[in-house]
């Protein structure tokens, strides 16, 4: 409400008050200007946010700085650029996390901070990040980076909770990972795959895709895989 009737009065003013304002020293209203921009200033938040959103405050900065020293265009555009730049940026490279099992329950930690129950021909990864264009190529190569640190492992489990698109680039990916790892008989498989991803792409495809199978959750995927191994 404060607002509608602030926007209110400004168009009042500017339809009926202009002349009354046109009498005014520019001195001063530039002084109306400054403080009502002064209101807009908040540098403690930005020394709060700085070790946890570096890049923006760093995107921030820079066009603040931009806009005062060039011009409000290009100052703008600056900031797009660099924001769409740290985007992609930290797209392109995504957390990929090995995980495990809490024992006594159905939950999946990395297994670095937790003491959490894994298979020994098994591998368990966790990808925090959509799979596109961007950063296919980095997923690609850090699974396989895993996947040969790992001691005799016949499957890879990539745990989907976090992902919610995949592209067709992320696809190709995909099916050239599923080659690569049966040419070393090894299976690759999927899980936790949303029910929105799932609607955007064929489940039959996707899974004819894949040498090894689509699991519902990564628990199931752990008791299928550790009855086969017992079988």
């Not at 290009?74 to 924001?83: A, E, K």
């Not at 699974?143 to 890879?156: S, T, V």
């Amino acid at each position: 409400m404060s607002s509608l009737i602030c926007a209110l009065l400004i168009i009042i003013s500017l339809l009926f008050f202009t002349e009354l304002f046109s009498l005014l020293p520019l001195a001063i209203l530039g002084a109306i200007v400054i403080v009502s921009a002064m209101s807009l200033f908040d540098f403690s938040v930005v020394q709060q946010n700085w070790e946890i959103h570096k890049s923006d405050k760093v995107s921030e900065l820079i066009t603040f700085l931009s806009v005062l020293l060039i011009g409000v265009e290009i100052g703008l555009m600056v900031g797009i650029f660099l924001s769409i730049s740290f985007f992609l940026q930290q797209a392109s490279r995504p957390q990929i996390t090995q995980v495990g099992r809490i024992p006594k329950t159905e939950f999946f930690r990395s297994i670095e901070r937790y003491e959490a129950e894994t298979l020994p021909d098994s591998l368990f990864v966790r990808v925090d990040e959509n799979i596109f264009f961007a950063n296919a190529n980095n997923i690609e190569a850090k699974l396989l980076e895993l996947m040969g640190q790992a001691e005799f492992p016949r499957h890879l489990i990539i745990v989907c909770s976090a992902i919610n698109r995949i592209d067709s680039t992320g696809l190709q990916m995909l099916s050239r990972l599923n080659r690569r790892l049966e040419e070393s008989d090894s299976f690759l498989h999927l899980s936790d795959l949303k029910g929105t991803l799932l609607n955007k792409l064929d489940h039959n495809d996707l899974e004819s895709r894949l040498s090894g199978k689509i699991f519902q959750t990564a628990n199931a995927g752990m008791i299928k895989l550790k009855e086969d191994r017992q079988s």
